[in-house]
T-cell receptor, first 112, second 113 residues
Framework: ETGVTQSPTHLIKTRGQQVTLRCSSQSGHNTVSWYQQALGQGPQFIFQYYREEENGRGNFPPRFSGLQFPNYSSELNVNALELDDSALYLC???????????FGEGSRLTVL | QQQVKQSPQSLIVQKGGISIINCAYENTAFDYFPWYQQFPGKGPALLIAIRPDVSEKKEGRFTISFNKSAKQFSLHIMDSQPGDSATYFCAARSGGGNEKLTFGTGTRLTIIP
């Protein structure tokens, strides 16, 4: 067990809708990052938050946004969903400076 | 320059054999190289990791070999077991205080009796 929990585990949306995915990190881990994993691919970095501020972003459009809260929880929001957004979304809790990412089991999003 | 190339895409090894997965990178700023194991329906789990100032790291049946000059690293699984059947990802951290990982494309490992 990694101590990182994500919700919901599965969800189905239609194109154009908006979605919010949630993550609860390990206590004391000030850094959280989000990854998108398409079927059969490696995870792709979306962005990273440190002490509630975004401090790193991958090659994803602005309709992907996030929030980190003081209680070690975070959110990933995706607006104007597209079919290609269908993927497993992974939250990773990080003990800052260690390089060790602890992943949750992910939220599988299907966009129809 | 940010890519991490992983091979093979799939691998079948007999029980008790050695499984070897290879990765190569271009960005010399990468400062940390972990391997992750992922089972179907689960998130990736950290298996073993190495820093570029070390050429080899062993933990139980798992060994990372690191060749800094060639910009290559590999995972060796000794005495492979059916429970090792999973997808394995190599990754590299960007460094400079950034925890971002760049992942390889994965290797699906199957251990047969």
């Amino acid at each position: 067990e990694t101590g990182v929990t994500q919700s919901p585990t599965h969800l189905i949306k239609t194109r154009g809708q908006q979605v919010t995915l949630r993550c609860s990190s390990q206590s004391g881990h000030n850094t959280v990052s989000w990854y998108q994993q398409a079927l059969g691919q490696g995870p792709q970095f979306i962005f990273q938050y440190y002490r509630e501020e975004e401090n790193g972003r991958g090659n994803f459009p602005p309709r992907f946004s996030g929030l980190q809260f003081p209680n070690y929880s975070s959110e990933l929001n995706v607006n104007a969903l597209e079919l290609d957004d269908s993927a497993l979304y992974l939250c990773a809790s990080i003990r800052t400076g260690s390089g060790e990412l602890f992943f949750g089991e992910g939220s599988r999003l299907t966009v129809l | 320059q940010q890519q991490v190339k992983q091979s093979p895409q799939s691998l079948i090894v007999q029980k008790g054999g050695i499984s070897i997965i290879n990765c190569a990178y271009e960005n010399t700023a990468f400062d940390y190289f972990p391997w992750y194991q992922q089972f179907p329906g689960k998130g990736p789990a950290l298996l073993i990791a190495i820093r570029p100032d070390v050429s080899e790291k062993k933990e139980g049946r798992f060994t990372i070999s690191f060749n800094k000059s060639a910009k290559q690293f590999s995972l060796h699984i000794m005495d492979s077991q059916p429970g090792d059947s999973a997808t394995y990802f190599c990754a590299a951290r960007s460094g400079g205080g950034n925890e971002k990982l760049t992942f390889g494309t994965g290797t699906r490992l199957t251990i047969i009796p």
